[in-house]
């Protein structure tokens, strides 16, 4: 997460970056420019963990000059949040964002059902999207049924995960997820593990694994960080051969309730249908490492192809 030191740092930063740009204007235009800067710019919130991996991959570029996406700091949020404001861009959205990082994960929700905040830059489960498909618009699949691979993250002294070989083994095993999260429970809940624990708070869960409360949790797989996750006190570790298959995609979606939020949707829907045909969607999440090398891992579980689901 970003430290408040390091808030202040960008805050200070950024003031005087205004500052310097405000004497370079000429007077008679300054009204009418803070004007138009305030009306083109877009608040987003969004979790400080994930704004802090952003600005350490882009390492200085804009979104919209990322073409590669493999890397340090590159993670699924990080992949979503730079496919979004590309997809925005080219389907004619040209307002700016005004980030506020923070802790915003149990609020996110709320604000978009309120029409306080334009869009996710987090893609949602499509079963989770149409739960609020009133209050939300729903943009076609950036992950796509059959795409989204889960690693198996445990203690690293944990060695009856470190162990397993198969299903049947994976069954004896505990787990902690939310029933909030439709697909990951549901997914889990298939398995017929000894125990599936109900917790919230996903920091608490990150924790529970730690400890070895738990046997292990769902998270996309990390390779730019050795699939390794970290966290203060926290070390979890990927299985190195198995997998997880998630039955379900994810979306963009956008408030219903926002200003902007109609004109939004529709240039974010012609902008993915851009990245799609250009086969950027699916090779930015390969590079990434999301979509994993099968050759490398085994699903424990793979989903039963759907008819007339898109390839």
Same mark, same amino acid.
């Given at each position: 997460?970003?430290?408040?030191?390091?808030?202040?740092?960008?805050?200070?930063?950024?003031?005087?970056?205004?500052?310097?740009?405000?004497?370079?204007?000429?007077?008679?235009?300054?009204?009418?420019?803070?004007?138009s800067d305030t009306h083109n710019a877009v608040d987003m919130y969004i979790r400080d963990d994930v704004y802090s991996?952003?600005?350490?991959?882009?390492?200085?570029?804009?979104?919209?000059?990322?073409?590669?996406?493999?890397?340090?700091?590159?993670?699924?949020?990080?992949?979503?949040?730079?496919?979004?404001?590309?997809?925005?861009?080219?389907?004619?959205?040209?307002?700016?964002?005004?980030?506020?990082?923070?802790?915003?994960?149990?609020? %996110?929700? /709320? !604000?978009?059902? $309120?029409?306080?905040?334009?869009?996710? &830059?987090?893609?949602?489960? +499509?079963?989770?999207?149409?739960?609020?498909?009133?209050?939300?618009?729903?943009?076609?699949?950036?992950?796509?049924?059959?795409?989204?691979?889960?690693?198996?993250?445990?203690?690293?002294?944990?060695?009856?995960?470190?162990?397993?070989?198969?299903?049947?083994?994976?069954?004896?095993?505990?787990?902690?997820?939310?029933?909030?999260?439709?697909?990951?429970?549901?997914?889990?809940?298939?398995?017929?593990?000894?125990?599936?624990?109900?917790?919230p708070v996903w920091a608490s869960q990150a924790q529970m694994v730690n400890r070895q409360w738990v046997d292990f949790?769902?998270?996309?797989?990390?390779?730019?960080?050795?699939?390794?996750?970290?966290?203060?006190?926290?070390?979890?570790?990927? %299985?190195? /051969? !198995?997998?997880? $298959?998630?039955?379900?995609?994810?979306? &963009?979606?956008?408030?219903? +309730?926002?200003?902007?939020?109609?004109?939004?949707?529709?240039?974010?829907?012609?902008?993915?249908?851009?990245?799609?045909?250009?086969?950027?969607?699916?090779?930015?999440?390969?590079?990434?490492?999301?979509?994993?090398?099968?050759?490398?891992?085994?699903?424990?579980?793979?989903?039963?192809?759907?008819?007339?689901?898109?390839?």
């Amino acid at each position: 997460m970003i430290k408040s030191a390091d808030r202040g740092f960008h805050g200070a930063t950024l003031a005087l970056c205004l500052l310097v740009s405000m004497l370079s204007v000429p007077e008679t235009a300054k009204g009418s420019e803070q004007h138009s800067d305030t009306h083109n710019a877009v608040d987003m919130y969004i979790r400080d963990d994930v704004y802090s991996d952003y600005l350490r991959f882009l390492n200085g570029r804009a979104p919209l000059e990322v073409t590669q996406f493999s890397g340090d700091y590159i993670r699924r949020d990080v992949v979503d949040m730079v496919l979004v404001q590309q997809a925005l861009a080219l389907g004619g959205f040209k307002k700016t964002f005004t980030y506020r990082p923070g802790n915003v994960s149990f609020r %996110h929700s /709320n !604000l978009l059902e $309120q029409g306080k905040l334009l869009l996710s &830059f987090d893609s949602y489960w +499509l079963d989770d999207a149409q739960a609020k498909a009133d209050k939300l618009f729903i943009s076609e699949a950036v992950i796509r049924r059959g795409e989204y691979f889960a690693g198996i993250f445990y203690a690293p002294e944990n060695l009856a995960v470190a162990r397993l070989t198969r299903l049947s083994q994976l069954r004896e095993l505990s787990a902690v997820s939310t029933s909030r999260w439709r697909t990951d429970w549901n997914t889990l809940s298939s398995l017929g593990l000894k125990h599936l624990m109900n917790e919230p708070v996903w920091a608490s869960q990150a924790q529970m694994v730690n400890r070895q409360w738990v046997d292990f949790m769902l998270m996309p797989l990390m390779p730019s960080l050795n699939n390794e996750f970290r966290l203060n006190d926290i070390l979890l570790v990927a %299985h190195p /051969n !198995l997998v997880v $298959q998630l039955d379900g995609s994810r979306h &963009f979606v956008v408030s219903r +309730l926002h200003p902007d939020g109609e004109r939004a949707f529709k240039a974010l829907q012609s902008g993915l249908n851009q990245l799609r045909s250009q086969g950027r969607i699916r090779q930015a999440y390969q590079q990434a490492g999301f979509i994993p090398d099968l050759r490398r891992y085994r699903v424990l579980n793979p989903i039963a192809p759907q008819k007339n689901s898109p390839e």
